[in-house]
């Protein structure tokens, strides 16, 4: 069998966004129904032909179900862009179908020789492209003004560089929810707290009064990176002495205060984060016992905040929402618990409605500013396509949780 060239593969594979590997599949009618997704069919032979051109593109170990896979997102990107009135010209397929085959270094001509030779009909490579091509259409027509870079953003990536000294500090926690009629009481409690000079004394108070999940280490945090706080948070903790504790800090629904308990200068520097992804899902309820347990309950059912929508599916929409923003626009007790957690994780501390509805929380991902050495307009492109790949992502994923797929 002929295989296309390695170097051409790896550059393929990252912007086709496929992985791969040798094929076996079981003889059935070729062109029956194997998968229904929504009204749309997915035939035996469709994902033979997906798995042989896999194979030719040399890589993964299992292509039969990543083509089933690839086949049953592209039946939903064409579907989204065909809703939005997206279709691909027979031009606009060809010119693609050559840009891709030109990354290697050859001809559309050659190209589809080479996938002829080992079974693969032009007609799937036709179809890859304009799945593709759609969704990329699409992605930009309803994204694109939603990844707009700021200069701050542009800086702080040129500047990101990962090296260096770094500061991380030891802090322990209290946040005091406010509920209806309680503001001043809170407020006498907090500046009261805020004099604390004992990490006994403050301890004690955020075991009896806060709301946190470390209210039963009395608040105390591991050590964190003074690069992961939220910005506005950084400046009011770096002033600080161990035991000395910041002035009430308003967040929405409750009132916060960290206490200083060690500082110390360490040798290495993390990169600046660029954007950080994260989804929230609302429950009715707030802190009662039973909108905790449901969270909890969630909690042990969701891996990554993909997983999120098919937990919200036949919800209403506002009651999950996912976002991609620079730590600079993130709400401070959002950027905070978030500060807190590994992609992945939840965080059950934060309430809105005035404390009626309970926010889950949880962490996608941090993406790492560009490369310190790359210009203003390389690092603004970069930051772009960070976030309207996330952003395709999360829709993509939304789209597949709503849909109804049947596999034979």
């Known amino acids: 069998m002929q295989v296309i060239p390695a170097r051409f593969l790896r550059s393929v594979i990252c912007a086709a966004g496929l992985a791969l590997a040798p094929v076996a599949l079981p003889a059935q009618g070729l062109f029956s129904p194997a998968i229904l997704v929504d009204e749309m069919v997915i035939t035996t032979y469709e994902i033979q032909q997906r798995a042989r051109m896999i194979e030719v593109l040399n890589s993964g170990t299992d292509p039969i179900s990543l083509a089933r896979e690839q086949l049953v997102d592209d039946r939903l990107r064409l579907q989204a862009a065909k809703d939005a009135g ?25 190209f589809v020789g080479v996938l002829a030779q080992n079974g693969v009909e032009e007609q799937t490579f036709r179809d890859f492209v304009r799945a593709g091509f759609a969704w990329r259409q699409l992605v930009q027509q309803r994204f694109q003004a939603r990844t707009n870079v700021s200069d701050e953003e542009v800086d702080r990536a040129l500047s990101g560089s990962g090296t260096g000294s770094n500061v991380r500090v030891l802090l322990s926690e209290l946040i005091i929810p406010i509920r209806p009629g309680t503001e001043q009481q ?25 709301a946190t999940a470390t209210r039963g280490e009395g608040g105390r945090l591991p050590w964190q990176d003074l690069s992961e706080l939220p910005p506005v948070l950084r400046p009011l ?15 929405p629904g409750a009132v916060a205060l ?17 954007s950080v992804d ?40 506002e009651v999950l929402q996912r976002q991609s923003m620079a730590p600079s626009e993130l709400p401070t007790d959002i950027a905070y618990e978030l500060s807190k957690l590994d992609p992945g994780e939840i965080s059950t501390a934060l309430t809105r409605s005035n404390g009626q509805t309970l926010m889950v929380l949880m962490l996608c991902g941090r993406t790492a500013s560009v490369a310190a050495d790359a210009d203003r307009q390389q690092v603004t492109i970069g930051l772009r396509n960070q976030r309207l ?12 949780a709503n849909a109804h797929i049947v596999e034979k």
């Open 86 to 110: 997206i279709v691909p010209t027979d031009e606009e397929l060809r010119d693609g179908m050559t840009e891709f085959a030109q990354r290697g270094n050859l001809s559309l001509e050659q």
């Open 237 to 251: 903790v770096i002033g600080l002495s161990p035991g000395e504790v910041t002035a009430p800090i308003p967040i």
């Open 186 to 210: 809170v407020q006498s409690l907090a500046e009261r707290i805020s004099q604390y000079r004992s990490t006994a004394e403050f301890s004690a108070a955020a075991r009896e009064y806060s």
């Open 258 to 274: 960290f206490q200083m308990r060690q500082v110390e200068e360490t040798g290495y520097s993390a990169p600046e984060i660029a």
């Open 278 to 317: 994260y989804a929230t899902y609302y429950m009715a309820g707030g802190r009662s016992p039973e909108t905790l347990a449901k969270a909890r309950v969630l909690a042990s059912k969701v891996d990554r905040c993909d997983d999120l929508y098919g937990y919200a599916k036949g919800q209403p929409a």
């Open 389 to 400: 790949n996330q952003m395709a992502e999360a829709y993509l994923a939304q789209l597949r």
